[in-house]
Protein backbone atom coordinates (compact mmCIF):
# COMPACT_ATOMS: atom_id res chain seq x y z
CA UNK A 1 0.00 0.00 0.00
CA UNK A 2 1.63 3.14 -1.32
CA UNK A 3 -0.51 5.64 -0.09
CA UNK A 4 0.10 8.81 -2.43
CA UNK A 5 3.08 9.14 -4.78
CA UNK A 6 3.79 11.72 -7.06
CA UNK A 7 6.15 11.90 -10.12
CA UNK A 8 8.28 13.55 -10.77
CA UNK A 9 10.42 14.75 -7.22
CA UNK A 10 12.37 17.52 -8.85
CA UNK A 11 11.81 19.76 -12.33
CA UNK A 12 13.38 22.40 -13.36
CA UNK A 13 11.45 24.02 -16.33
CA UNK A 14 12.42 26.95 -18.43
CA UNK A 15 9.77 30.08 -18.73
CA UNK A 16 6.94 29.54 -20.98
CA UNK A 17 7.56 25.49 -21.40
CA UNK A 18 5.04 22.86 -20.07
CA UNK A 19 4.38 20.15 -17.79
CA UNK A 20 2.18 17.64 -16.03
CA UNK A 21 2.45 16.38 -12.27
CA UNK A 22 1.21 13.01 -11.93
CA UNK A 23 -0.32 12.23 -8.46
CA UNK A 24 -1.25 8.42 -7.95
CA UNK A 25 -3.03 6.89 -4.58
CA UNK A 26 -3.85 3.34 -3.95
CA UNK A 27 -6.42 4.04 -0.77
CA UNK A 28 -9.26 4.30 -3.19
CA UNK A 29 -9.97 7.63 -2.26
CA UNK A 30 -12.65 9.58 -4.47
CA UNK A 31 -11.60 13.17 -3.16
CA UNK A 32 -8.03 14.51 -4.29
CA UNK A 33 -6.52 17.71 -4.15
CA UNK A 34 -3.40 19.72 -5.58
CA UNK A 35 -2.03 22.59 -2.95
CA UNK A 36 1.33 24.78 -3.45
CA UNK A 37 3.76 25.25 -0.71
CA UNK A 38 5.57 28.55 -0.37
CA UNK A 39 8.24 30.15 2.18
CA UNK A 40 6.12 31.90 5.33
CA UNK A 41 2.67 30.76 2.86
CA UNK A 42 1.63 27.20 4.56
CA UNK A 43 -0.14 25.73 1.84
CA UNK A 44 -2.87 27.25 -0.46
CA UNK A 45 -5.29 24.69 -2.56
CA UNK A 46 -4.84 25.34 -6.40
CA UNK A 47 -7.53 23.05 -7.93
CA UNK A 48 -9.02 19.93 -6.26
CA UNK A 49 -11.78 17.01 -7.34
CA UNK A 50 -14.48 15.21 -5.62
CA UNK A 51 -14.47 12.14 -8.17
CA UNK A 52 -13.79 10.57 -11.31
CA UNK A 53 -14.65 13.29 -14.45
CA UNK A 54 -15.21 16.47 -11.86
CA UNK A 55 -12.84 19.57 -10.93
CA UNK A 56 -12.95 22.32 -9.58
CA UNK A 57 -10.97 25.54 -8.48
CA UNK A 58 -9.58 26.18 -5.71
CA UNK A 59 -7.42 29.17 -3.80
CA UNK A 60 -4.94 29.93 -6.53
CA UNK A 61 -6.10 28.19 -9.94
CA UNK A 62 -4.36 30.74 -12.35
CA UNK A 63 -1.84 29.16 -14.74
CA UNK A 64 -2.76 25.50 -13.91
CA UNK A 65 -4.93 23.07 -15.13
CA UNK A 66 -6.02 19.21 -14.03
CA UNK A 67 -7.85 16.59 -14.64
CA UNK A 68 -9.24 13.42 -13.34
CA UNK A 69 -9.84 11.06 -15.71
CA UNK A 70 -9.32 8.29 -13.34
CA UNK A 71 -10.32 7.55 -9.70
CA UNK A 72 -6.70 7.03 -8.34
CA UNK A 73 -4.96 9.62 -10.38
CA UNK A 74 -5.03 13.46 -10.31
CA UNK A 75 -2.71 15.37 -13.10
CA UNK A 76 -2.00 19.18 -12.56
CA UNK A 77 -0.76 20.48 -15.70
CA UNK A 78 1.13 23.92 -16.21
CA UNK A 79 0.78 25.15 -19.87
CA UNK A 80 3.44 28.14 -19.88
CA UNK A 81 5.45 27.83 -16.59
CA UNK A 82 6.07 31.29 -14.95
CA UNK A 83 9.16 32.01 -12.25
CA UNK A 84 6.03 33.05 -9.89
CA UNK A 85 4.98 29.28 -10.24
CA UNK A 86 8.20 27.96 -8.63
CA UNK A 87 7.17 25.71 -5.34
CA UNK A 88 6.74 22.73 -3.98
CA UNK A 89 4.07 20.96 -5.01
CA UNK A 90 1.57 18.64 -2.25
CA UNK A 91 -1.05 16.02 -3.55
CA UNK A 92 -3.31 14.94 -1.42
CA UNK A 93 -6.37 12.66 -1.16
CA UNK A 94 -9.08 11.79 1.43
CA UNK A 95 -11.89 9.42 1.61
CA UNK A 96 -16.01 10.03 1.95
CA UNK A 97 -17.30 10.58 5.34
CA UNK A 98 -13.69 11.33 6.96
CA UNK A 99 -12.08 15.03 7.19
CA UNK A 100 -8.20 14.05 6.76
CA UNK A 101 -5.95 14.09 4.03
CA UNK A 102 -3.52 11.87 2.72
CA UNK A 103 -0.40 13.78 1.30
CA UNK A 104 2.04 12.66 -1.39
CA UNK A 105 5.87 13.45 -0.41
CA UNK A 106 5.97 16.68 -3.11
CA UNK A 107 7.08 18.22 -6.17
CA UNK A 108 9.80 20.89 -6.21
CA UNK A 109 9.42 22.18 -9.42
CA UNK A 110 11.98 25.36 -10.29
CA UNK A 111 11.05 27.65 -13.11
CA UNK A 112 14.00 29.78 -14.48
CA UNK B 1 -13.75 33.28 5.18
CA UNK B 2 -11.84 30.50 7.59
CA UNK B 3 -8.48 30.98 8.58
CA UNK B 4 -5.49 29.73 11.01
CA UNK B 5 -3.13 31.86 12.79
CA UNK B 6 -0.40 29.78 14.58
CA UNK B 7 2.49 31.09 16.46
CA UNK B 8 5.64 32.39 13.91
CA UNK B 9 8.72 30.38 14.54
CA UNK B 10 11.56 29.65 14.74
CA UNK B 11 11.18 27.92 17.97
CA UNK B 12 14.49 26.56 19.61
CA UNK B 13 14.30 23.91 22.73
CA UNK B 14 16.34 21.91 24.28
CA UNK B 15 15.89 18.04 24.86
CA UNK B 16 13.39 17.00 27.19
CA UNK B 17 11.86 20.49 27.43
CA UNK B 18 8.04 21.25 27.22
CA UNK B 19 6.61 22.23 24.03
CA UNK B 20 3.36 24.99 23.10
CA UNK B 21 2.51 25.75 19.27
CA UNK B 22 -0.21 27.81 19.74
CA UNK B 23 -3.19 28.14 17.46
CA UNK B 24 -6.25 29.70 17.01
CA UNK B 25 -9.00 29.62 14.35
CA UNK B 26 -11.90 31.27 12.53
CA UNK B 27 -14.67 28.98 10.76
CA UNK B 28 -17.85 28.88 9.70
CA UNK B 29 -19.72 25.78 11.55
CA UNK B 30 -18.31 23.56 13.16
CA UNK B 31 -14.86 22.33 12.11
CA UNK B 32 -12.53 19.57 12.70
CA UNK B 33 -9.18 20.02 13.50
CA UNK B 34 -5.51 18.58 12.96
CA UNK B 35 -2.28 18.83 13.57
CA UNK B 36 0.14 17.66 10.61
CA UNK B 37 3.69 17.16 10.92
CA UNK B 38 6.41 17.95 8.05
CA UNK B 39 9.98 16.65 8.69
CA UNK B 40 12.91 17.83 6.17
CA UNK B 41 12.38 16.99 2.62
CA UNK B 42 9.20 14.77 3.06
CA UNK B 43 5.39 15.51 2.50
CA UNK B 44 2.88 16.19 5.39
CA UNK B 45 1.46 13.76 7.79
CA UNK B 46 -1.62 13.79 10.08
CA UNK B 47 -0.13 13.96 13.87
CA UNK B 48 -3.26 14.23 15.78
CA UNK B 49 -6.77 14.91 15.18
CA UNK B 50 -9.99 16.41 16.97
CA UNK B 51 -13.96 16.44 15.68
CA UNK B 52 -15.82 18.39 18.23
CA UNK B 53 -15.48 20.53 21.04
CA UNK B 54 -13.39 19.47 24.19
CA UNK B 55 -12.02 16.51 22.38
CA UNK B 56 -8.49 15.91 22.61
CA UNK B 57 -6.67 14.79 19.93
CA UNK B 58 -3.42 12.56 21.28
CA UNK B 59 -0.48 11.12 19.02
CA UNK B 60 3.64 9.97 19.77
CA UNK B 61 3.20 12.29 23.23
CA UNK B 62 1.37 15.31 21.69
CA UNK B 63 -2.04 16.04 22.67
CA UNK B 64 -4.21 19.02 21.67
CA UNK B 65 -7.80 20.42 22.91
CA UNK B 66 -10.00 21.82 20.50
CA UNK B 67 -11.43 24.59 22.86
CA UNK B 68 -14.40 26.04 21.07
CA UNK B 69 -15.32 29.03 23.69
CA UNK B 70 -11.60 30.24 22.97
CA UNK B 71 -11.38 28.73 19.62
CA UNK B 72 -8.17 26.94 20.05
CA UNK B 73 -6.02 23.88 19.29
CA UNK B 74 -2.66 24.34 20.76
CA UNK B 75 -0.38 21.90 20.32
CA UNK B 76 1.88 20.44 23.74
CA UNK B 77 4.29 17.96 24.36
CA UNK B 78 5.60 17.43 27.86
CA UNK B 79 9.21 16.32 26.61
CA UNK B 80 10.55 17.11 23.13
CA UNK B 81 12.99 14.75 21.39
CA UNK B 82 15.79 15.24 18.61
CA UNK B 83 13.94 13.15 16.38
CA UNK B 84 10.15 15.76 16.89
CA UNK B 85 12.42 18.56 14.57
CA UNK B 86 10.07 19.85 12.06
CA UNK B 87 7.79 22.32 11.34
CA UNK B 88 3.90 22.03 12.65
CA UNK B 89 1.42 22.90 10.50
CA UNK B 90 -2.06 23.24 11.97
CA UNK B 91 -5.19 23.24 9.59
CA UNK B 92 -9.23 23.06 10.00
CA UNK B 93 -11.89 21.71 7.70
CA UNK B 94 -15.36 22.30 7.56
CA UNK B 95 -17.77 21.36 4.83
CA UNK B 96 -18.97 25.42 4.36
CA UNK B 97 -16.44 26.12 1.78
CA UNK B 98 -16.13 24.53 -1.72
CA UNK B 99 -19.32 23.07 -1.87
CA UNK B 100 -18.69 20.45 0.85
CA UNK B 101 -15.25 19.30 -0.05
CA UNK B 102 -14.46 19.77 3.33
CA UNK B 103 -11.18 21.29 2.19
CA UNK B 104 -8.37 22.29 4.44
CA UNK B 105 -6.85 25.89 5.47
CA UNK B 106 -3.91 25.87 6.56
CA UNK B 107 -1.66 28.05 9.36
CA UNK B 108 1.46 29.15 8.05
CA UNK B 109 3.54 26.17 9.88
CA UNK B 110 5.95 26.69 12.74
CA UNK B 111 9.52 25.58 12.30
CA UNK B 112 10.46 23.27 16.03
CA UNK B 113 14.83 23.34 16.46
CA UNK B 114 15.39 20.41 19.12
CA UNK B 115 19.11 20.64 20.11
CA UNK B 116 20.31 17.86 22.60
Redesign the interface.
Known amino acids: NAG?TQTPKFRVLKTGQSMTLLCAQDMNHE?M?WYRQDP??????IH?S?GEGTT?K?EVPDGYNVSRLKKQNFLLGLESAAPSQTSVY?C?S?STGK????????TRLTVT | GNSVTQMEGPVTLSEEAFLTINCTYTATGYPSLFWYVQYPGEGLQLLLKATKADDKGSNKGFEATYRKETTSFHLEKGSVQVSDSAVYFCALSDGYSGAGSYQLTFGKGTKLSVIP
Open positions: VYYGMGLRLYVAGFARREQYFGPG
